[in-house]
């Protein structure tokens, strides 16, 4: 996996978990 796809999954995985939880918040 290449730094950039890393970093977008990531991202996206905490905007998910962000706008179902209400919280901020990556893990």
């Known amino acids: 996996?290449?730094?950039i796809r890393?970093?977008?999954y990531?991202?996206?995985y905490?905007?998910?978990y962000?706008?179902?939880v209400?919280?901020?918040k990556c893990v």
Do not use: A, D
């Open 6 to 8: 890393k970093v977008n």
């Open 22 to 24: 209400g919280l901020f």
């Open 14 to 16: 905490c905007y998910n």
């Open 1 to 3: 996996m290449t730094l």
């Open 10 to 12: 990531v991202f996206i």
């Open 18 to 20: 962000t706008v179902k």
